[in-house]
């Protein structure tokens, strides 16, 4: 039997709750080999704010953003919420999740992205509100990266399934512009894990700037 802890039915504040999108987000005719046109394998949700779900997905190909809503009326409806590595942000995370595994029966949130705000460590008020949080799903902390802030997010590079992880110094250096940050890269590999299962395999090695507790979750099922 699995130890998980399942999300108790609370009441939830509705001043951080997400309304459902009225309407599809993504509408585009599909062109055989051309991967701009298919439709996201999953959607980032935004609980609140500059969250970075635009920048997120711009950086990584498969995934949608679906801003501040729940994808309902599309093909793909597996979601990732997106929060701020600060307290507020963090309990509006904690809503929209419960929101999206209790009231939103379309959707299938597997996870929430952590986003530093700052470099160096968390306080322990932060790191006590993420731990709230990884009972209920995994957890992936993406580090903060100073360049994604110096150019335009339509000049980022884009991170496709089977690219090349350069983990080494020099790979590191190499501008947001031509390739994806090593965290980023690491981030997408294992969400699109997650999505597809045992049909995509991840074999990068554990990075500074990106942790998880999918591996965790795992032994515990």
């Not at 399942?6 to 991967?35: M, Q, Y």
């Amino acid at each position: 039997m699995s130890d998980r802890v399942l999300p108790r039915v609370i009441a939830l504040n509705e001043d951080f709750l997400l309304d459902k999108a009225a309407n599809r987000l993504w509408d585009s005719e599909v062109i055989a080999d051309d991967t701009s046109t298919f439709a996201p394998l999953w959607w980032f949700v935004g609980a609140h704010g500059g969250a970075g779900t635009t920048t997120l997905a711009t950086l990584l190909a498969p995934a949608g953003d679906a801003g501040h809503s729940w994808p309902v009326h599309e093909e793909n409806r597996v979601c990732v919420v997106v929060a701020k590595a600060s307290v507020p942000s963090l309990e509006k995370a904690h809503q929209v999740l419960l929101q999206g595994q209790q009231q939103v029966e379309t959707v299938d949130v597997i996870g929430v992205v952590v986003v530093a705000e700052t470099p160096g460590k968390y306080p322990n008020l932060v790191k006590n509100k993420i731990d709230v949080l990884r009972p209920l799903t995994t957890v992936w902390e993406l580090e903060y990266l100073s360049d994604l802030r110096l150019v335009e997010v339509d000049k980022l590079a884009m991170w496709l399934p089977g690219d090349v992880v350069d983990t080494t110094r020099r790979g590191r250096k190499v501008s947001v512009i031509e390739r994806v940050p090593v965290s980023v890269a690491r981030l997408g590999e294992e969400i699109v894990a997650a999505v597809l299962g045992d049909d995509f395999m991840v074999d990068v090695p554990g990075e500074l700037g990106f942790s998880s507790n999918k591996e965790d979750k795992e032994g515990e099922e």
